[in-house]
């Protein structure tokens, strides 16, 4: 079947769900802020317990990495994100996301073959990325102040 560029479009216009903008904007937003507020409110309760700033947000890192692992191999994680769209993205939580569903969704295949191979399928590439930017950003760093 040949079909032209423009009665495709037409297809999937039929065919696609229209969607509110206004309101998967404004799902996304507070639910990205409710993350953040969360991490405040963590990072808030470690400073007056006595924990020094440091250790209070390594401390706000470490639980909402866990928790969202722990959502993510219940499923609830893939709940929350169908109806708050990228508002479950922010940083932490998203990346210990798509590490985690990369896990589980290996997990059939073994520990070493399925998990160990595909746990940094989605992720590696943001490890990557983010390891070369900061190397080349510290390499230019050292080169101005060189000449400071």
Do not use: R
């Amino acid at each position: 079947m040949d079909i032209s560029p423009q009665v495709y479009k037409e297809m999937t216009e039929k065919a696609s769900p229209k969607s509110n903008s206004a309101v998967n904007v404004s799902y996304a937003f507070f639910t990205g802020g409710s993350i953040c507020l969360i991490g405040q409110l963590i990072l808030t309760a470690f400073k007056s317990m006595g924990f020094s700033a440091e250790n209070a947000g390594t401390w706000v890192s470490v639980i909402l990495v866990f928790t969202s692992a722990f959502l993510t191999g219940t499923g609830l994680y893939s709940k929350l994100a169908k109806h708050a769209g990228a508002g479950t993205l922010v940083p932490i939580t998203g990346f210990a996301n798509a590490i985690s569903s990369s896990a589980v969704e290996a997990l059939t295949e073994g520990l070493i073959t399925g998990v160990g191979t595909k746990i940094f399928t989605i992720a590696g590439p943001v490890i990557l990325y983010g390891c070369t930017s900061a190397f080349m950003y510290g390499l230019i760093y050292y080169v101005i102040s060189l000449f400071m």
